[in-house]
């Protein structure tokens, strides 16, 4: 697992300042994340589940249950809709993006009674949010946005967290950009949604307005200690990844059957931390025989996200966008346990695998 931990200097450096005086380190780390998520208020919890739980119990609409949310996804994603005591109303991915289909988000929540959107970011980039803004606001249904693996790069023409979403979920989760070991972060752009959702975390008792801090389900101190670390170590880790990133482009590319998802490195804060590739059509048939053989190597080679629905509200149906991401998508290892030797190693391996399979 890719694990981008702050040096331990960092660490302890931090740790002395949470020592020396706990009011201001606290109020160092909610300013230094608002200033790099570009954000108006941060809000810790014990993990980025039950942050994205209560960011969904707050903002649902009051007649209707069913959040609507892409067929491919990480797999605990229909786990947290059920333990908000919500149903997911599934949709399909789009091809180019990765993410939820625009044109069916439109279509269904033009005929159906939907409560919430969960738009999850793509592993590798993040998808522009403008028009998921748009139907957000015609339609009067809130949006989530999960950043999942993007955590830092936002949209094209700015950081992640500033446009008028109900709200941001990032994970602190240790293979994450930020690196808390554990913990989550609901980051909010809009006043009015800042106070509708102390008011609710407030009415449950988890927040006391009185006083104006968190009662419940608080990040853990040594987690906020590590987060800060980990933000201020991120241009470091950041630049070691882009290394390794740039030599799988290079060497991927000599490879005609595997296409790169590339991240787009114009972004004011990309992520490298993820190395996606699409086998073409012929190859996909043995997509988990290629990551088998490669595991053996000890290369830690895994398939991208699994389709959801599977006992839920449209499992009728087919997904078939979902369906084909799903078995032409795998990912590839990068950590800091590698070098450029490493990536060379493993593309070359990958490719031996691949004429085995095509002869």
């Known amino acids: 697992m890719n694990l981008p931990a702050p040096p331990y200097g960092e660490f302890k450096s931090i740790l002395n300042e949470f020592n020396n005086s706990q009011e201001n380190f606290y109020q160092n780390l909610d300013k230094e994340l608002r200033i790099w998520l570009d954000s108006k208020e941060i809000f810790h919890f014990s993990n980025c589940f039950t942050a994205i739980s209560i960011a969904l119990r707050s903002s649902i609409k009051n007649n209707s249950s069913y959040v609507a949310v892409a067929a491919l996804g990480y797999r605990r994603t229909l786990d947290i809709i059920k333990w908000s005591g919500l149903q997911p109303y599934i949709l399909d991915n789009d091809l180019d993006s990765l993410a939820l289909s625009l044109k069916e988000l439109r279509q269904c929540i033009s005929k159906n009674n ?26 009067q249904v809130p949006l989530i946005v999960d950043s999942v693996e993007v955590t830092g790069s936002g949209a094209e023409t700015r950081k992640s967290a500033s446009f008028s979403a109900y709200c941001e979920s990032i994970s602190l989760h240790p293979s994450k950009v930020l690196n808390g070991a554990e913990g989550g972060i609901l980051s909010f752009d809009n006043q009015e949604n800042i106070s509708n959702f102390k008011r609710f975390i407030n009415d449950i008792g988890i927040f006391s307005e009185k006083h104006n801090c968190q009662i419940l389900f608080n990040q853990e101190p040594i987690h906020k200690i590590l987060t800060l670390a980990s933000l201020r170590n991120y241009k470091n880790s950041n630049s070691f990844f882009k290394v390794l990133y740039l030599e799988y482009i290079n060497e991927l590319s000599k490879i005609n059957e595997v296409t790169m998802i590339k991240h787009d490195i114009n972004l004011k804060k990309p992520n490298f931390k993820t190395i996606l590739i699409k086998l073409n059509f012929k190859l996909c048939k043995n997509k988990d025989l290629i990551i088998q053989d490669l595991n053996k190597l000890n290369i ?3 398939g991208y996200y699994s389709p959801l629905h599977r006992d839920v509200l449209s499992s009728n149906r087919e997904f078939n966008n979902a369906k084909r991401i799903s078995e032409s998508h795998m990912i590839l290892p990068i950590s800091f346990n590698m070098n450029i030797i490493d990536v060379r190693y493993i593309c070359k391996q990958l490719k031996l695998i691949i004429i085995r399979y095509k002869s």
């Open 114 to 139: 939907i409560g919430c959107i969960l738009l999850q970011h793509p592993m590798v980039n993040s998808v522009d949010i403008e028009e998921y803004l748009e139907i957000s606001k015609e339609y």
């Open 300 to 302: 830690g080679a895994r």
